[in-house]
């Protein structure tokens, strides 16, 4: 355990605050309670058996750059591309430091890909630069191995952050055929700020239809659930902030409604704010400062920056709990750099550690899992993977796109962000429905998929045909 020193008021502590352990209820069973163990994810084994039926190993001249979360769902993807052809030793895996699972590394490594070890975080709110000295080492090892190959033709970037896509060294796309396929909105907006676009072909998975009005929702049980330890179950209501009112924040907050507590959300998007159904207990307000005062637990759901107000932290008289349901440190970046200004320097941390906070004003400000979103822990499982799978299958979805633009002077040509294929997208929903309870979404968010126009206008990117469909023998279950 790390021996974190405080100087000052500030103090930043291995302790968990919680001193009851997450544990597996008949509530939460869901959550699966073998850790180490492989589990089959039947919509992926579908998707495979579809393709291969079509051809046989078509990723034997891909090669594979996978930045993932550490999770046991990764491996039934990587499963999957192998069986498709793709080569362990073809294939170049880095995960996140704060959702590494050791078994699956390990698994994953048994497997005969290059796994690049995550390089410790030093000191708080610096995890981008750990992870971007880990991708450069990645990159780096990329190219020797591709330089010793001949048979690889195509490189396929499966990324999650914009990291691996952001830092590519040039010599990748001047000697192969390069596609690319981003899981995250943050991702992308990286992008969009620098006001450019990657030189090859970007597979736009992170805002396409599935994801964000079937996925989100999971995302949003999933953190709920884990969290259920955490929060309060008593009869007084607790004033829970939600920041960033987007498709978790939404989830987050009707499940926080659900348990009886007062709710405050804030968006920096007003618009965003006019879709909430205000009610009794639900408030919404303009001025963020004014939610971080009232609320005593904060969820940050915005995958951005929302302590750059920090003095209202700084001067908080009341104890608050902070929780992150985002990506990376990001969402309390501001208040984690002021914690760690007066702390020791040049610690190594521990990603799940909660992080302490003693205001001016005597306040005390626990951010829970040092800032990363709390739904990572080490039990290797992020969402119920019955759930998660949809997910994963989107990826192969991203994967069988790739296969089919690899072949496309027309595409690979093009460049540009295309839009994840409709079609792909509506296969998988089809599949993964059957593993769905009834009544998870309304009958007219089910029936949307039943429309691939409707996919497609709600999956932003260029459209591209593809030279082959997969049919799905499934009827689609209606609320
Ligand atoms: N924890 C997980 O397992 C998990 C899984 C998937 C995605 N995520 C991450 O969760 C985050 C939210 O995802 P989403 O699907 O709800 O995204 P979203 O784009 O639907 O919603 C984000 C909302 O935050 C608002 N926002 C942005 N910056 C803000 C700021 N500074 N202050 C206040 N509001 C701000 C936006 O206007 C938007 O309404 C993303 O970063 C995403 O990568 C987490």
């Given at each position: 355990?790390?021996?974190?020193?405080?100087?000052?008021?500030?103090s930043?502590f291995?302790p968990?605050?919680?001193?009851?352990?997450y544990?597996?209820?008949?509530?939460?069973?869901?959550f699966?309670?073998?850790?180490?163990?492989f589990i089959?994810?039947p919509?992926?084994?579908?998707?495979?058996?579809?393709?291969?039926?079509?051809?046989?190993a078509?990723?034997s001249?891909?090669a594979?750059?996978?930045?993932?979360?550490?999770?046991?769902t990764?491996?039934?993807?990587?499963d999957s591309?192998?069986?498709?052809?793709?080569?362990p030793?073809?294939t170049?895996?880095?995960g996140?430091?704060y959702?590494?699972?050791k078994w699956?590394?390990?698994e994953?490594?048994r497997?005969g890909?290059?796994y690049?070890?995550?390089s410790?975080?030093v000191e708080?709110?610096r995890?981008?630069?750990?992870?971007?000295?880990?991708?450069?080492?990645?990159?780096?090892e990329?190219?020797?191995?591709?330089?010793?190959?001949?048979?690889?033709e195509?490189?396929?970037?499966?990324?999650h952050?914009?990291y691996?896509?952001?830092?590519m060294?040039?010599?990748?796309t001047q000697?192969?055929k390069?596609?690319g396929?981003e899981?995250t909105s943050?991702?992308?907006?990286n992008w969009?700020?620098?006001?450019?676009?990657?030189s090859f072909?970007?597979?736009?998975?992170?805002?396409?239809a599935?994801?964000?009005?079937?996925?989100?929702?999971?995302?949003?049980?999933?953190v709920?659930e884990?969290?259920?330890p955490?929060?309060?179950v008593?009869?007084?209501?607790?004033?829970?902030?939600?920041i960033?009112?987007?498709?978790i924040g939404?989830a987050?907050a009707e499940?926080l409604?659900?348990?009886?507590?007062?709710?405050?959300?804030y968006?920096?998007d007003?618009?965003?704010?006019k879709?909430?159904n205000?009610?009794k207990?639900?408030?919404a307000?303009?001025?963020?400062?004014s939610?971080?005062?009232s609320?005593?637990l904060l969820?940050?759901c915005?995958?951005?920056?929302v302590?750059?107000?920090?003095e209202?932290?700084?001067?908080?008289?009341?104890?608050?709990?902070l929780i992150?349901?985002?990506?990376g440190?990001r969402?309390?970046l501001?208040?984690?750099?002021?914690?760690?200004?007066n702390?020791?320097?040049?610690?190594?941390?521990?990603?799940?550690?909660d992080?302490?906070?003693?205001s001016?004003?005597?306040?005390?400000i626990?951010i829970?899992?040092?800032?990363?979103?709390y739904?990572?822990?080490?039990?290797?499982?992020s969402?119920?993977?019955n759930?998660?799978?949809?997910t994963?299958?989107?990826?192969?979805a991203g994967?069988?796109?790739?296969i089919?633009f690899?072949?496309?002077p027309?595409?690979l040509?093009?460049?540009?962000?295309?839009?994840?294929?409709a079609?792909?997208?509506?296969?998988?929903?089809?599949?993964?429905?059957?593993?769905?309870?009834?009544?998870?979404?309304?009958?007219?968010v089910?029936?949307?998929?039943?429309?691939s126009?409707?996919i497609?206008a709600?999956s932003?990117?260029i459209?591209?045909a593809?030279?082959?469909?997969?049919?799905?023998?499934t009827?689609?279950?209606?609320?």
């Amino acid at each position: 355990m790390n021996s974190y020193r405080a100087i000052n008021k500030a103090s930043i502590f291995a302790p968990r605050v919680l001193e009851r352990p997450y544990f597996l209820s008949s509530k939460n069973a869901f959550f699966s309670s073998v850790a180490n163990a492989f589990i089959r994810l039947p919509v992926l084994d579908s998707m495979v058996d579809k393709l291969t039926a079509l051809e046989q190993a078509p990723l034997s001249n891909t090669a594979v750059v996978y930045v993932h979360h550490p999770l046991r769902t990764s491996l039934n993807l990587l499963d999957s591309m192998f069986s498709l052809g793709l080569a362990p030793k073809d294939t170049f895996v880095l995960g996140k430091h704060y959702s590494e699972n050791k078994w699956v590394v390990q698994e994953a490594k048994r497997r005969g890909v290059y796994y690049q070890p995550c390089s410790p975080q030093v000191e708080l709110a610096r995890f981008d630069e750990s992870f971007t000295h880990d991708i450069h080492s990645l990159w780096a090892e990329v190219v020797k191995q591709l330089g010793e190959r001949s048979n690889i033709e195509n490189v396929l970037v499966l990324d999650h952050g914009g990291y691996a896509i952001n830092f590519m060294p040039p010599s990748i796309t001047q000697h192969f055929k390069v596609v690319g396929l981003e899981k995250t909105s943050g991702g992308l907006i990286n992008w969009v700020r620098q006001g450019s676009e990657p030189s090859f072909p970007l597979i736009n998975m992170a805002n396409c239809a599935t994801k964000r009005f079937l996925e989100s929702p999971l995302i949003a049980e999933a953190v709920v659930e884990k969290l259920s330890p955490v929060i309060p179950v008593s009869r007084e209501p607790t004033t829970c902030g939600v920041i960033g009112y987007g498709a978790i924040g939404k989830a987050i907050a009707e499940k926080l409604l659900s348990l009886g507590h007062r709710v405050i959300t804030y968006d920096r998007d007003p618009a965003q704010l006019k879709t909430a159904n205000l009610r009794k207990n639900f408030l919404a307000t303009h001025d963020l400062i004014s939610l971080v005062a009232s609320a005593d637990l904060l969820f940050g759901c915005s995958g951005q920056d929302v302590t750059y107000s920090v003095e209202a932290f700084r001067l908080s008289s009341r104890d608050k709990t902070l929780i992150s349901c985002s990506s990376g440190d990001r969402e309390f970046l501001t208040l984690l750099q002021l914690i760690q200004k007066n702390s020791q320097s040049g610690l190594v941390i521990n990603p799940r550690q909660d992080v302490i906070y003693e205001s001016e004003f005597g306040g005390k400000i626990t951010i829970l899992r040092g800032g990363f979103p709390y739904n990572f822990d080490d039990s290797g499982e992020s969402v119920p993977a019955n759930d998660i799978q949809l997910t994963r299958a989107l990826v192969l979805a991203g994967v069988f796109q790739a296969i089919d633009f690899f072949r496309n002077p027309h595409v690979l040509g093009e460049k540009g962000l295309y839009a994840l294929d409709a079609e792909l997208q509506k296969f998988v929903v089809h599949e993964w429905l059957q593993y769905q309870p009834r009544n998870r979404y309304t009958e007219k968010v089910l029936s949307n998929f039943e429309q691939s126009d409707w996919i497609k206008a709600n999956s932003p990117g260029i459209q591209e045909a593809l030279s082959f469909t997969l049919e799905s023998h499934t009827q689609l279950k209606l609320g």
